[in-house]
């Protein structure tokens, strides 16, 4: 399976960006998909994910209530929308897929957010 990231830039604190991750090739294989970041200097960090089949999510303390995480499976696409965003979001953010076999990464896509 293979991930391409989108949808990341520079935003002001308090602003708004929404991340897409489509999936392409052998797509039947994905369980769930997410999202993870790393800030420099830090470890990858899980920010949210969503059960392929079910829809059901899971995120971070640090992002709930601010970050919705979606999938339109028709498309093989997942979503990160990323509201009131805080200089402590920047970071690299990485698509995930958990697959029946394994796991699959994007290559990355920068969130800057500036004060």
């Known amino acids: 399976v293979q991930l391409v990231e989108s949808g990341g830039g520079l935003v002001q604190a308090g602003g708004s960006l929404r991340l897409s991750c489509a999936a392409s090739?052998?797509?039947?294989?994905?369980?769930?998909m997410g999202w993870y970041r790393q800030a420099p200097g830090k470890q990858r960090e899980l920010v949210a994910d969503i059960a392929r089949l079910t829809g059901i999510t899971n995120y971070a303390d640090s992002v709930k209530g601010r970050f919705t995480i979606s999938r339109d499976n028709a498309k093989n696409t997942m979503y990160l929308q990323m509201n009131s965003l805080k200089l402590e979001d920047t970071a690299v953010y990485y698509c995930?897929?958990?697959?029946?076999?394994?796991?699959?990464w994007g290559q990355g896509t920068q969130v800057t957010v500036s004060s």
């Open positions: 090739g052998s797509t039947f294989s994905i369980r769930s």
């Open positions: 995930n897929a958990d697959l029946i076999w394994g796991n699959s």
